[in-house]
């Protein structure tokens, strides 16, 4: 899938966030992995490919998309989206054009 170069204003229709990952001390010599809201944004979503895996003992499907945003230079592989109840971990993202415009954003997401 190619970013296209100039996409219109009307593509963008899902209103995402984007989180991070916080790693908090569990008093135990561990940690507690919680998620923090970083942003709420306007995005591309593309659906690509889907699939079963079995992942515990149960039955897991799997769907590849492509999100693309208005261009951050903050987002990374640790980070992901979140649509309501759907969650997209972020695999790469990808400034496609090299103009800083739009950023591409292959994830995944996991339905149990």
């Known amino acids: ?19 991070t990952p916080v790693r908090t001390p569990d008093g135990g010599g561990g940690w507690a992995l919680a998620w923090e809201a970083v942003a709420e944004m306007w995005a591309a979503v593309e659906m690509s490919t889907g699939g079963e895996r079995v992942e515990g003992g149960r039955l897991s499907g799997t769907v590849k998309a492509r999100i693309t945003i ?13 649509n309501g109840g759907q969650v997209y971990e972020i695999l790469n993202a990808l400034d496609m054009d090299g103009r800083r415009r739009y950023l591409a954003c292959d994830c995944e ?4």
């Open 1 to 19: 899938m190619n970013a296209p170069a100039n996409i219109p204003i009307g593509r963008l229709s899902h209103r995402l966030t984007l989180e």
């Open 70 to 82: 208005r261009y951050r230079d903050d987002v990374t592989p640790a980070m992901r989206f979140r």
């Open 109 to 112: 997401r996991r339905d149990q």
